[in-house]
């Protein structure tokens, strides 16, 4: 049985940082392209970043770059995003998604809420 779960949300003030993790069961996540999207209340699920299978290329939001950062420890079967310099406007439920030929997996999300 495929799961995918997500930690590391929680509450923060803004400019502050936090790291993500989505550690995988059932798959092998190095061959999957891992992707992180996020959903605030009213809003539909948006793509924040994204990383390759092969080569580990990653591909952000415009909203996002430059303050996150995705990666991947196939070691561990985990993959992670780190958030810094948090905006309210980050505030959302973050999702991992697992994607290999038409095949999809999703987490089931963690809350993340900046505010002062």
């Known amino acids: 049985q495929v799961q995918l779960v997500e930690s590391g949300g929680g509450l923060v003030q803004p400019g502050g940082s936090l790291r993500l993790s989505c550690a995988a069961s059932?798959?092998?996540?190095?061959?999957?392209?891992m992707s992180w999207y996020r959903q605030a209340p009213g809003n539909e699920r948006e793509l924040v970043a994204s990383?390759?299978?092969?080569?580990?290329?990653?591909n952000y939001a415009d909203s996002v770059k430059g303050r996150f950062t995705v990666s991947r420890d196939n070691a561990k079967n985990t993959v992670y995003l780190q958030m810094n310099s948090l905006k309210p406007e980050d505030t959302a439920v973050y999702y991992c998604?697992?994607?290999?030929?038409?095949?999809?997996?999703w987490g089931q999300g963690t809350q993340v809420t900046v505010s002062s």
């Open positions: 990383i390759t299978s092969v080569g580990g290329i990653t």
């Open positions: 998604k697992a994607y290999r030929s038409f095949v999809t997996y």
């Open positions: 059932g798959l092998t996540l190095s061959l999957y392209v």
